[in-house]
């Protein structure tokens, strides 16, 4: 009895921590990690350059109440370099083809932070009908640079490049940065349904609320929640992401 407990017990832990491995798409390697109960499945999408580990233990934590899937975007992390332009569409349909892949099926929770808010935002208007909630992180907010006066974006444009090419002497990185502006054009009137449940969070330190906010105008079940602190509100804010994630999926219906 005592033998079966401790394997019961094991099975269980193993199941919420989750174990990475490798996805084969075309050729091209992608480090997954996919755990967690239920048949409701909360998708982490990161920021600009940054692996999976960049969530710390909001998976491990959100896999207790959901199935939760993150990974590596080609370029970042394990995974392999990209063979594709870093366009918002071509890294949406990697996502969607890894999820086919490994039969990950909707309903999906899309969490995304940063640029990853683009990601998550774009699949939504592509798949409609697998996305039932978003919770956005501080995301880039496209009328910020539509704002900017000619001179400014320029200005811009190169304080980026500078700064990623600073941060990281790999090439590999370079090519999601450079794409950045080419990859407004994809945020112009998508296909999100109106009563899309969404929750915006905004970090105080980076000041982009009025222009994030224009992501949710319209949205009859969005709300925007301001965090104190920097741009990683998930790493200042752990159990608020969570208490969030749990919101969203809540509201779904079995």
């Known amino acids: 009895m005592k033998n ?3 394997f019961i017990l094991f099975s269980y832990c193993l199941t919420l921590s989750g174990q990475e491995r490798y996805v084969n798409i075309d050729g091209q390697k992608f480090r997954i990690k996919e755990y967690g109960v239920g048949d409701k499945t909360v998708i982490f999408e990161s920021g600009m350059c940054d692996s999976l580990e960049a969530w710390g233990s909001i998976p491990d934590t959100v896999a ?10 080609a370029d970042f992390g394990k995974s392999d370099t ?7 569409p071509n890294i949406v349909f990697e996502l969607k083809s890894i999820l086919n892949h490994e039969n ?3 309903p999906y929770i899309l969490v995304g932070h940063s640029v990853g808010g683009f990601i998550t935002r774009y699949f939504a208007s592509q798949f409609p009908d697998d ?16 704002s900017m006066s000619k001179r400014d974006l320029e200005k811009f444009i190169k304080l980026c490049a500078d700064t990623i090419r600073t941060t990281y002497q790999n090439p590999k990185y370079w090519k999601e940065s450079d794409e950045f502006i080419p990859n407004l054009v994809y945020m112009k009137n998508l296909n999100i349904s109106k009563d899309l449940p969404i929750i915006l969070v905004n970090a105080t330190e980076t000041n982009l609320y009025k222009y994030q906010k224009e992501q949710i105008i319209g949205f009859k079940n969005a709300k925007q929640i301001e965090l104190i602190g920097g741009h990683y509100v998930h790493r200042n804010h752990p159990e608020l992401i969570i208490r969030y994630i749990k919101e969203l999926t809540s509201l779904i219906k079995d």
């Open 131 to 146: 996305v039932r909630g978003l919770l956005l992180l501080d995301p880039s907010p496209e009328a910020y640079v539509e």
């Open 82 to 88: 990209s063979r594709q332009k870093r366009t918002i």
């Open 104 to 106: 990950i099926c909707p």
């Open 4 to 6: 079966i407990l401790t």
């Open 64 to 73: 207790s109440f959901a199935h939760v899937f993150l990974y590596d975007r």
